[in-house]
């Protein structure tokens, strides 16, 4: 079955640094990929989306993703982190229906 | 645009009841997903229903019902509630099939089973 590994359950950063999430997406046609942000109590908010084209995709709030074909990756990043991007993160598949990674919870310290 | 409306948002309930919840989706979007949000399972499809049929079935027993109705409108129920039916049922409308099938979440509904 197709799945999405996202290898770190938990990233602790600081104000201001830089962030990388990793997402893996086990082999398959092109995929559709998406990253989702959750805060505490809320729903999935959309970050970004892959479906074709241009790998580096920009979303909102200052994130970005890079889809590597050669290595199964979709990767999050944000050159500076603020604080109110504490939240868990969630990398997702598409095919009929959306296949979620386990999340990465961020927490940013001061 | 309003966006995906879920209600209750809280809900407790003992063990044995049933519960129904309900999802209003995004106007113009024809299709309503449904997935539970778990601790240890992380986030699980449940069901999609596009034009009041179900189109698609997650790997859960016969307790968890589902329908819409004509406005896309659509309800899920879970009979003879169990403990671990205990988590964040999060609703998600789109638009249709393929690219055009970004989906679009509500703040969920949070059931506790006592």
């Known amino acids: 079955a197709q799945s999405v590994t996202q290898p770190d359950i938990h990233i602790t950063v600081s104000e201001g640094a830089s962030l990388e999430l990793r997402c893996n997406y086990s082999?398959?046609?092109?995929?559709?990929l998406f990253w989702y942000v959750q805060s505490p109590g809320q729903g999935l908010q959309l970050l970004l989306k892959?479906?074709?084209?241009?790998?580096l995709v920009q979303g909102i709030k200052g994130f970005e993703a890079e889809f590597k074909r050669s290595q199964s990756s979709f990767n999050l990043r944000k050159p500076s982190v603020h604080w109110s991007d504490a939240a868990e993160y969630f990398c997702?598949?598409?095919?009929?229906?959306?296949?979620f990674g386990a999340g990465t919870t961020v927490t940013v310290r001061a | 645009k309003a966006g995906v409306t879920q209600t209750p948002r809280y809900l407790i309930k003992t063990r044995g009841q049933q519960v129904t919840l309900s999802c209003s989706p995004i106007s113009g979007h024809r299709s309503v997903s449904w997935y539970q949000q778990t601790p240890g399972q992380g986030l699980q499809f449940l069901f999609e229903y596009f034009s009041e049929t179900q189109r698609n079935k997650g790997n859960f027993p016969g307790r968890f019902s589902g329908r819409q109705f004509s406005n896309s409108r659509s309800e899920m129920n879970v009979s003879t509630l169990e403990l671990g039916d205990s988590a964040l049922y999060l609703c998600a409308s789109s638009f249709g099939q393929g690219k055009w099938n970004e989906q679009f979440f509500g703040p969920g509904t949070r059931l506790t089973v006592l």
């Open positions: 082999y398959g046609a092109t995929p559709y």
């Open positions: 997702a598949r598409l095919d009929y229906k959306l296949s």
């Open positions: 892959y479906f074709s084209g241009d790998t």
